[in-house]
């Protein structure tokens, strides 16, 4: 079974290396994430022990761009986030498990060994892009080039929309019921400040101006 280690400390992968090694592994190594993708591009691989914090991309831009090449693979995250929210943020990005930093050797060996009885998901939600412009369902992340955008809820609900559809004319009232439950007291107005404000930000980042307001009919992603 062939798998790869991809931490940027020396020691630690050459430690993995030698125990999965010896479990029989056939084990390849990546220093950041750059050099990850290119592993990835270039052999097979059944499982990733992939660290969060890399140089050049980190361990979550590296799982996007594995989802975006259609490239499957079981995916141990390692790091040293502890939290809650940074293990409910990694498997939301689509990690197939996570383990914190310090950790057991043969915690990670038993991890691996379920990951590989786990049979293979059905191919992710395909990611969507427009130019450099990319967003990513799985994650619910947008970037453009390789900046990550940090959009509001409602603000990335709003863009997936027409992103899903382009050329497609959505009305205010239409936009509103995709975003807002039907209870909610909120104007449909609301969809002209999610709109200006989403504009702002790919505008800030320097994306291009895609979303073009047809007056009197609505909202188009172009």
């Known amino acids: 079974m062939r798998l790869l280690i991809v931490e940027d400390s020396q020691a630690l992968a050459q430690a993995l290396g030698n125990s999965l090694t010896r479990e029989g592994y056939i084990c390849d190594h990546a220093q950041d994430g750059e050099q990850a993708l290119a592993f990835l591009e270039a052999f097979d ?3 990733v022990v992939l660290d969060w914090m890399l140089p050049k991309r980190d361990g979550i831009s590296v799982l996007s761009e594995m989802h975006l090449r259609g490239l499957r693979a079981g995916v141990l995250m390692l ?3 502890d939290q809650v929210v940074d293990r409910v943020a990694a498997l939301d990005a689509g990690v197939d498990d996570y ?7 043969d915690e990670l060996l038993a991890r691996l060994r379920a990951l590989a009885r786990r049979p293979l998901e059905s191919p992710p939600m395909p990611m969507l892009q427009a130019g450099e412009l990319r967003l990513d369902p799985r994650s619910r992340r947008v970037f453009w080039r390789q900046r990550d955008l940090e959009l509001t809820p409602k603000e990335y609900a709003l863009l997936e929309l027409l992103m899903r559809q382009p050329q497609q004319v959505f009305s205010r009232g239409h936009i509103f019921s995709q975003l807002y439950d039907s209870t909610s ?13 989403l504009r702002t930000k790919l505008l800030k980042a320097g994306a291009d101006q895609r979303i073009k307001t047809r007056r009197g009919f609505g909202y188009v992603f172009e």
């Open 79 to 81: 790091s040293a986030r």
């Open 45 to 47: 691989y059944d499982l």
């Open 99 to 105: 383990l914190v930093k310090p950790f057991s050797t």
């Open 185 to 197: 007291d909120v104007s449909d107005k609301a969809v002209e400040v999610i709109i200006s404000t």
